[in-house]
């Protein structure tokens, strides 16, 4: 009888075993991607699988009841102790007897694929750098000596094939202990960065040890800190949180950072132990969250803006305030963790952080890379990641480009007469009706529009307390197409827009939104000032975009993706009114969620997408906005508001307003802004 | 033409190059040894050749005058600056025009050798792993964006070949500033275990840095610590110190300090922060004697016996203290050497850890084997390294057996009634004349003889203050000789010597060297209890080497080294009478000095030795004398003190007095000492 034919769904893998191996090793064999932990000791129950009987007229091949030894009693054991899913076998077990077909549960692979929570389809498969791995080690020969290490490095090398292992002086004096106190059994939490490289021993635990280890994705904003703990065998993510970035009492912007570090000696450490005692107190407190043992985090990645990547790192960014705006390091690092976030997480974590692209470009837009993956993109795809600075990438599978552009930090709703930072109460969404030009606003935390009914309850605790930045960018665009606005972006007098809500502020005009000054409120207005602060942002954005278009030879592009929290909530059709990003079809503007986020968790959850990012990061061109003199063109060009409706038909069934100017009254401003003032 | 040949000397290597080819880019291509810091820019001049001219019959070529390039700006600057020896020309400068001879002196070679100061023919080509390399860094280009670690990395790879190199956070910070103070040249030091694995960035210097880096060898012994700093380009010694151990305070010998930390708990912590002081300590101290720099100390080397190896590691010996005897690790360990001697040495400096060879068999047994190389031994060698325990080595170049034997500090003066550590005024050699039972003696601090004019005046200062290690080892043996103690190592009566320097101490009897107590002085005698502690230390000693013996199955050995502090000062004659060693003629019997601290020298100079050594110990086959029943039937019949004489008639001229016997007289030992005691 010829040995029998196993074949292993989904992956669809066959091969003939010898009769009686195990359905462990004929995957092993086969190159299937079965799980184990225990290495075959029937404790782990990670190979668990569901096989066939019966026809499999697809595979050819009818299976037998007794195609598979029968239930063992280790199997019985674990069944009566933990529970085993009906049909389920232990892999590890279970002996191949005759033909066969053997489903491998999504949950028994290694590679699982986590989905994630976008509309986007692409999956995160499983593949993290640090595992769990039990071992038996060979009791100590006082005639053929040899240390303890030494046999474990031994049994690792041959149960789990890992050749070269770097321990920790740290890690040795517990060595001894948990050695004896497993009865020479232990599992190890081992860190292998890719097959070429060493492992890493990171702990230790007596006998078996369950798990779950976790992960923190961290992206380290400007103005605020998100991490994500993910378990790192699942995937799953377990709790998300978030903090302000303690800098900014040293600077609002990046700039202002460098400035800090270069007048003020010993301010670039000041500013790295500010920014390092924050990612400790987030890893604590997402840890907290999750209700997981923060010692349970073995591995962080980090995705970050060069200026910030510096400070985190223990550099003082000043190189980067001045061109040629040289990073003192632009490649991967890989990194022990305890040292950027102290005492928080296990001692022997080891960081990941992603590569940096320039000077101006940083981890952040690289992480945007890794999860929107312009490279794989048929269709030519600009994605923008707004924030204090915008990263912008332009590319698809012909040629990636990448800028960033200061846009400041109007678009987050400072520098705005009666902006805020995007918190319950800030006004988030606006709409002005362009016959009565009376507004209507939405405001965070609540789902109502201030005119319906309970309205004033349901905001009663944060009551209306100013505007953030989505919703300046929605008053601005209203504006505009309520015909508040001009081309230059001028407000029109109260006589010439016909509304009281319009009144004069010296010489320029401003627009009521709302008052609450009665109730001690406050009176939230769109002032000309506002309207200029977001015309040079958004001309900065538009700016950085038409430059990578300018170097593709393009005039438009297929798609856009905004990205970055605040991409989240910007409407694109308000975006596209105030011509902050190129015009495309409204259905081809999707917005990825915090994209740089996602980037970090891929990193975490993948140790090939790390050298993927690398690859990426050196495939990208990059292009410095900062001295190059179509940038400075295209800004100016750019300060225009085009639209006097939406640009693209079916986004409005209203008809246009006849295009106004409010230029000719000499109200101080003209088409161009800033450049020319009018004077006297 | 044809190309100019060109012959190195003293390698002989010889090709053709091209016309115009420098000397040091011919010596690149012709594999010969020129050393070279800056790569060729004529900065560092560490390439300096001495070109031939004339008739060189030998290689059969004739080297006209202008067979080399004129002397140049580059040459003729250096000379004014700096001063070249007559008839010396840069490497990197002169360049070939014709055939020539080239002769490369000691000093140009990267590999220079270093002889050692024994007798040994042996000497250490230097192979530093942490060397100096100049390296000019291309400046950054906003255009061609890339970090300056990216930049560093690439030079070092074209101008060094070297390709990997792994970068501490640390470093980090200081890179910018340091690349753009020295104009985008600097100088690293780089450490490179070997060419398989990554390099390591140490340190960087703006522009040149001539050095010279320092190395620190430690042997690191259960009472004393002894360091030499050794030059790391030519191998020099410049300073050797030596400190206490001050573990001393937790125990003498080693069992007493795994039992210190077995019933103290954190003992183990304590004695690793004691340790680890003591080695910071002594690097300072190290460095001060040699005037030296203690942050250009890159690179230590440690050797100790496995108790301290654990104890320095700051892992908890207590497995050591029973059998199996395990060690933690047993390889050879590289790590920081930051943490073995906190804030005493550069930051970055690497620490080498010789491999241990079993739990009672350490690193400083793999040292002398460095040192001693039984491996190369055409004759069968016995290394003995006699401290408080003896590491005993035996073997050829066919194989090599080792093990250690808990001697005990009898032989460091301890536990000897008039005993005392080796000082000025500690009894240090002892002759008794056979015939008037009369003893003289000498001092550790004074060359004449007690007996000598001019001797109280010389150790006025210290006086006569006890007897040391090697001075009882010499008063037994002449004590036996003199026919003052018989085979079983009893003291004859008065009555039976015949002289009034034996009395009578209860059942037993004492000699007494020397009586000061008139001028207030110590009265030193050697008593019976003095013998049976040299004969249990003497007998653990020959039954260790013994049983190496058996297991090679040979009953004499061609010749015996006695290495150790304390091996240096032992009589071989003397310690043969006494049995410590087996029977060799007089002149195959060597003293290797501190054979261990060589061992940590060879290591410290030659990365290739690191390797070897390894290999070395993975080849020693071990053999635990604790559980050996062998051990103990040798132990009891190495008792006797076998020789009444000189073992080898050449060691003496006097004729052997009758063999006594003082046994008969019941005074409370016989022959086999401490096994049968008579009673009543």
Redesign the interface.
């Known amino acids: 009888m010829s040995d029998p034919l196993v074949i292993f769904t989904p992956s669809g893998k066959r091969g003939h075993v010898a009769a009686g191996t195990s359905v462990l090793e004929a995957a092993r064999k086969l190159g299937v991607d079965l799980d184990s932990v225990c290495g075959g000791r029937g404790i782990c129950s990670k190979c668990q699988v569901s096989p066939g009987v019966g026809e499999f007229s697809k595979h050819g091949v009818t299976v037998a009841p007794d195609a598979l030894s029968e239930w063992n009693s280790v199997e019985a054991r674990y069944d009566t102790v933990r529970g085993l899913k009906e049909g389920r076998r232990l892999g590890c077990q279970a002996q191949i007897l005759k033909d066969v077909v053997i489903d491998v549960p999504p949950e028994s692979q290694v590679h699982k694929q986590v989905i994630r929570k976008s509309a986007d389809t692409r999956v995160i498969a499983m593949d993290p750098a640090t595992r769990l791995y039990l071992v038996d080690v060979t ?12 046999r474990l490095r031994k049994s690792l090398a041959e149960t789990w094939d890992i050749k070269e292992m770097e ?1 920790d ?2 890690l ?2 517990s ?3 948990t050695l004896r106190a497993g009865k020479w059994q232990v599992t190890c939490a081992i860190h292998r960065p890719d097959d070429a490289r060493p492992a890493r021993l990171l702990a230790l635990w007596p006998g078996f040890f369950e798990g779950p280890l976790h992960g923190l994705a961290i992206d380290l904003g400007s103005t605020t800190i998100a991490a994500h703990l993910c378990d790192l065998e699942t995937g799953e993510v377990k709790a998300s949180s978030g903090v302000m970035n303690p800098q900014i009492r040293f600077g609002e912007d990046l700039m202002s950072r460098v400035s800090y570090a270069m007048m003020n000696p010993g301010g670039d450490v000041e500013m790295t132990t500010a920014v390092r005692a924050a990612l400790a107190d987030l890893a604590r407190a997402t840890a907290t969250e999750a209700q997981v043992d923060p010692a349970s985090i073995f591995e962080i990645t980090l995705v970050c803006n060069p200026v910030m990547h510096h400070l985190a ?4 960014p ?2 980067l305030g001045q ?9 991967a ?1 890989e ?2 963790a305890a ?1 950027l976030m102290p005492e928080a997480i296990h001692p022997q974590a080891r960081a990941f952080v992603l590569p ?4 101006h ?1 940083g981890a952040d837009a690289a992480a945007v890379a890794l999860s929107e993956a312009p490279q794989l993109s048929s269709d030519l795809v600009l994605i923008v990641d707004v924030g204090t600075n915008a990263e912008i990438l332009l590319g698809s599978t012909s040629r990636v480009l990448a800028c960033s552009s200061p846009t400041g930090p109007a678009f987050e709703g400072a520098q705005i007469s009666s902006g805020q930072r995007a918190a319950p109460g800030a006004i988030e969404r606006v709409e002005i009706d362009p016959a009565t030009k009376e507004p209507r606003f939405k405001v965070i935390g609540c789902d109502l529009w201030n005119t319906d009914e309970g309205f004033d309850l349901a905001t009663a605790t944060t009551g209306v307390t100013g505007i953030c930045g989505s919703g300046i960018i929605e008053a601005v665009a209203e504006m505009r197409m309520a015909g508040l606005v001009d081309r230059s972006g001028l407000i029109g007098s109260t006589e010439a827009t016909g509304t009281p809500r319009i009144t004069a502020q010296g010489r320029t005009f401003e627009y009521l939104l709302h008052d609450a000054t009665a109730e001690g409120g406050p009176r939230v207005t769109v002032t000309q000032g506002d309207i200029r602060a977001i015309q040079l942002a958004k001309s900065a954005l538009y700016a950085g975009a038409r430059l990578l278009m300018d170097e593709l030879g393009v005039d438009e592009v297929d798609r856009i993706v905004l990205a970055g929290a605040f991409g989240a909530h910007i409407s694109p059709k308000h975006a596209m009114v105030l011509g902050m990003i190129p015009d495309a079809p409204l259905d081809k503007v999707t917005s990825a969620g915090n994209a740089a986020g996602t980037g970090a968790r891929i990193a975490l959850l993948n140790r090939v997408e790390r050298r993927n990012v690398q690859e990426l990061v050196r495939q990208i061109h ?1 292009v ?1 906005t ?2 190059e003199p179509r940038f400075q063109e295209h800004f100016v060009a750019a300060n225009a508001l085009p639209h006097a409706t939406a640009p693209f038909p079916q986004l409005s069934a209203v008809v246009p307003l006849p295009e106004p100017s409010f230029n000719a009254g000499g109200s101080g401003a003209d088409g161009t802004g800033r450049r020319r003032r009018r004077r006297g």
């Open positions: 009791e100590p020969d006082m005639h053929a000596p040899s240390g303890d290490l030494e321990v002086l740290n040795l004096p060595l001894q202990p790192l223990g550099i003082d000043v190189e061109a040629p705006f040289a990073l003192a390091t632009s490649d690092l990194l022990p040292t940096c692209i320039a000077g470009v990059k410095e900062a001295v």
